[in-house]
């Protein structure tokens, strides 16, 4: 995904895709550098297993969604918008690290890091924050490309959502 602003729309479609009923984007800077964050209240990636389970289906599963049950073939056969299981790697066209951070039924928060332009991922033990509900996914993405920050403005991007997400 070369679009920053489609990129943070597959993310939203995430939450959706998750029931969320409250989904927030905004820009924050974090250690001085300027981040996305996407938080949802929905019920979690993959609510079924544990968090560090999770985790690990999705950094060993990218291009294997799970979304309808659709194998690849029959994704690409209906042409399927965001059923590829590819949408957190179109971070890259937004910043250089990502942190998809999980947490469900009160269970403790867990963590997946991915970095541009490397295979790699780690997941990792994360504190709750005071007020932390007891079931959220949050998407951190650090260190917004220079190129993404003007596509990413508020109200840039909050039209280009309003119209991508359209009916949702």
């Not at 309808?68 to 937004?94: C, N, T």
């Not at 947490?103 to 780690?122: I, K, N, T």
């Not at 996914?137 to 490309?145: I, K, L, S």
């Amino acid at each position: 995904q070369s679009d920053p602003r489609k990129a943070t729309a597959e993310l939203v479609q995430n939450s959706l895709d998750a029931q969320a009923r409250h989904v927030t984007v905004r820009r924050q800077r974090i250690r001085g550098a300027v981040c996305l964050i996407v938080r949802d209240d929905g019920e979690g990636v993959v609510p079924e297993l544990s968090r560090e389970e999770a985790l690990r289906y999705l950094a060993t599963h990218v291009g294997h969604s799970r979304k309808r049950g659709l194998d690849p073939a029959e994704r690409a056969r209906q042409v399927v918008a965001g059923q590829y299981g590819v949408g957190l790697l179109g971070f890259w066209s937004i910043g250089k690290r990502l942190e998809l951070r999980t947490r469900v039924d009160d269970s403790p928060v867990m963590g997946l890091r991915l970095e541009q332009d490397s295979a790699s991922a780690q997941i990792v033990s994360l504190p709750a924050t005071i007020g932390s509900p007891p079931t959220f996914t949050e998407v951190v993405v650090e260190d917004v490309h220079e190129t993404a920050l003007k596509a990413l403005s508020g109200r840039r991007l909050a039209d280009y959502l309003a119209s991508e997400l359209r009916g949702q």
